[in-house]
């Protein structure tokens, strides 16, 4: 019995799209047959988190380029060398006649692999600069920004305001709906729709000749075929053969789970969240005073004539008078109240306060690097929403122990 069309798109009104998209959900892919991955109702965060739900990123000399002609790809270097056999099989199979010539699945040819989490998260901060400079625009402040102090304080107003909707810092970044599922390096894509159209999404390629072969050829070669995008694929690392592959570059073999692959080939993002804060106001600031270095005034004349104007230059600022103008405890400590507000995490005031000391003492005890590691740790503990803690599904706990590894009001002034 043929599909019946699927024909949600983005432009419909919320109740047409939200009806379409559930009709999809419930009865486009088919319902036997391989697994597949659903990043839209699922897997959302899958390769962006580890087995703790620590925020990671593929390690770049863990990445390695896929051989095609139509362009340069990269993935994480064992999910090449799956879909570098997989293509190998297509090929081979389109020789003999096994595979039909002319649907989109007739020669596997990347689009897009992995995309640069730093890089698109540096695109993303100019944009929330923008609004910021707006804001002092709207709200005629810019008169009172005449140092890094004054514009730092601005600043994390408008951090208030605008988490956790908006995020700010690499780990809120990486998994929230602003950044592509394409950072984990995991996942390869075979085609450039729409994500949005679902009859384009049915018609050429559910509906291909080629689609049965296709998604349990990529299931042997341990990938899963995007419900959403069925034009992308994601290795499944829990897959015995990927595990297979993935044991070639001193990971261990341990199908079911995703092993040691996160701790082996990808680093934290937590690590270097800090850092990558402190840089992003300085730099903004640096650009402020370079685009206004002169702050503006309507002042009144003492002897009574008309108003004048009044300039004086913003006072600018060297890397390392900023090094020396806050300490590290600073920033240990506006960090973990971004963090809590970007993770939804409410907490009493005097809870938080004594959170905050208790930092000040683990800084001194434990040193930089070990204290970012119990800050992450920490900032986990306190949020409701962790998976295990959420009630799960019995097909949830199948995904979780069998298959695919899941991943998944605080001001920030007066600290």
Not at 65 to 89: C, H, P
Not at 99 to 123: E, K, M, Q
Not at 203 to 220: G, M, W
Not at 232 to 237: G, K, M, P, Q, V
């Amino acid at each position: 019995m043929p599909l019946p069309d699927f024909t949600a798109t983005n432009k419909q009104t919320a109740l047409d799209t939200y009806i379409f998209r559930r009709f999809y959900k419930e009865n486009a892919y088919p319902e036997f047959g391989p697994r597949f991955i659903d990043y839209w109702y699922d897997k959302s965060f899958y390769g962006r988190i580890d087995r703790e739900e620590r925020v990671v990123v593929p390690r770049t000399d863990s990445l390695k380029q896929i051989r095609t002609n139509s362009g340069t790809y990269l993935g994480v270097n064992f999910v090449v060398d799956a879909f570098e056999e997989l293509k190998s099989k297509f090929e081979h199979g389109a020789l003999r006649s096994a595979i039909s010539r002319g649907g989109v699945y007739s020669a596997l040819n990347p689009t897009a692999a992995w995309s640069n989490a730093t890089n698109l998260y540096f695109s993303y901060l100019d944009a929330i600069n923008d609004l910021f400079l707006n804001s002092l625009n709207e709200d005629r402040t810019h008169q009172s920004v005449r140092t890094f102090e004054d514009f730092s304080k601005r600043y994390i107003q408008f951090f208030n305001k605008i988490l956790p909707a908006l995020p700010i810092t690499k780990s809120g970044f990486v998994i929230s709906k602003f950044c592509s599922p394409m950072v984990s390096g995991l996942t390869i894509e075979l085609g450039g729709e729409d994500h949005a159209t679902d009859l384009r999404k049915q018609k050429s390629y559910i509906e291909d000749v080629n689609f049965e072969v296709f998604r349990n050829t990529a299931a042997k070669f341990g990938f899963v075929v995007d419900k959403n995008a069925p034009w992308r694929l994601t290795a499944e690392l829990a897959s015995p053969r990927m595990q297979f592959y993935s044991k070639n570059y001193n990971t261990t073999y341990a199908p079911g789970s995703a092993s040691d692959i996160f701790e082996t080939l990808y680093t934290k993002t937590y690590e270097e969240d800090i850092d990558l804060l402190k840089s992003f106001l300085f730099s903004s600031y640096e650009e402020y005073v370079d685009s206004a270095p002169v702050v503006e005034e309507l002042k009144e004349s003492k002897c009574g004539k008309n108003p004048f104007i009044h300039r004086s230059p913003r006072k600018t600022i060297t890397e390392s008078e900023y090094e020396g103008l806050y300490g590290e405890q600073y920033w240990l400590k506006l960090y973990f109240r971004i963090r809590l507000r970007e993770t939804g995490v409410v907490l009493h005031p005097a809870k938080l306060k004594v959170h905050l000391n208790q930092i000040s003492g683990l800084h001194k005890a434990l040193g930089h690097g070990k204290i970012l590691h119990s800050l992450n740790e920490r900032i986990l503990d306190l949020n409701p929403e962790r998976w295990w803690i959420k009630g799960i599904t019995s097909q949830e706990e199948y995904d979780i122990l069998h298959a695919v590894s899941s991943t998944s009001d605080v001001t920030l002034m007066n600290i």
